[in-house]
């Protein structure tokens, strides 16, 4: 919650002002898990406030999509071996409280298949907000491993006794080389005219190009998190393109041309 006087500044706006006022106090700040659009939005204010060398990023692994935000004191920064490297646990190095990241390991009976919705619903449905828990990372068929605080781990070892129709077990487990995202792709090759927005929304989603400048122009694509309403923006791989009611997409590179001066495309799209 915000706690100053943030007249005129935006609900994330006022937030990250509060973190700033608690690292001025030399305290660690800590937020929510944070989506990665929520993410870049904050990189870049408090780039504008000139606390980037005090900000450090942490989901529980290295390549996590949602984050915790951890703002540092000035002191920290003046002392390099006192920060965090990035893509490491600010745990490690700095008391933080319920601010660490731990991981639960879902484990099902094997019962039935359970898939990232199932997981997710059930733990929403413990009554959680979403920015309380981080990735939910499917391993098998059974099995899941969700991120989140200390408490909330302590609070899912306690409560969380199924998912969809079968019968679960939780334990703080240290995530080892077993471990995966459990993102799975779809890939796909095309070719476009050019690396225009437009261009490439039709060929990931086999809309008209009229098609893709609508959705476009409708406010449904997002390019690496962020609205874009420009169909003519050029894209530079790699690029990760949300597109409302078809998904998510890596675009991965454009691999020379046909012989018709088409650009070849390859792309992957999140299933």
Not at 158 to 183: H, Y
Not at 254 to 259: L, P
Request: one cysteine or more.
């Amino acid at each position: 919650m915000s706690g100053g006087n943030h007249r005129g500044l935006l609900p994330e706006e006022a937030r990250l002002e509060d973190y700033l006022a608690q690292s001025d106090r030399g305290e660690i700040a800590v937020s929510p898990f944070l989506t990665p659009g929520e993410q870049l939005r904050a990189a870049r204010y408090l780039t504008h406030k000139g606390a980037s060398q005090r900000l450090r990023l942490w989901g529980g692994y290295p390549d996590a999509e949602r984050r915790r935000l951890y703002l540092f004191p000035d002191f920290y920064a003046d002392v390099p071996e006192l920060m965090p490297e990035d893509g490491t646990d600010p745990a490690l190095l700095a008391e933080v409280g319920d601010g660490g990241v731990c991981a639960v390991r879902i484990q099902g009976s094997g019962f039935r298949k359970l898939s990232h919705r199932d997981y997710l619903g059930s733990l929403l449905g413990l009554g959680l907000e979403r920015d309380a828990l981080g990735d939910v990372a499917v391993q098998s068929d059974s099995c899941a491993v969700v991120f989140c605080g200390p408490r909330t781990a302590d609070f899912l070892r306690a409560s969380l006794e199924k998912v969809a129709s079968d019968t679960v077990k939780c334990a703080v487990w240290l995530p080892d080389d077993s471990f995966t995202d459990g993102r799975n792709y779809r890939p796909i090759h095309d070719t476009v005219a050019s690396p225009r927005l437009d261009c490439v929304v039709a060929a990931l989603t086999n809309l008209s190009r009229e098609s893709a400048q609508n959705a476009i122009r409708g406010g449904t694509v997002e390019v690496d998190f962020e609205g874009e309403e420009r169909t003519d923006r050029i894209l530079t791989p790699p690029a990760t393109i949300s597109i409302r009611g078809y998904g998510r997409y890596v675009l991965r590179g454009f691999d020379g041309e046909t012989k018709k001066g088409r650009l070849r495309l390859r792309a992957d799209q999140l299933i």
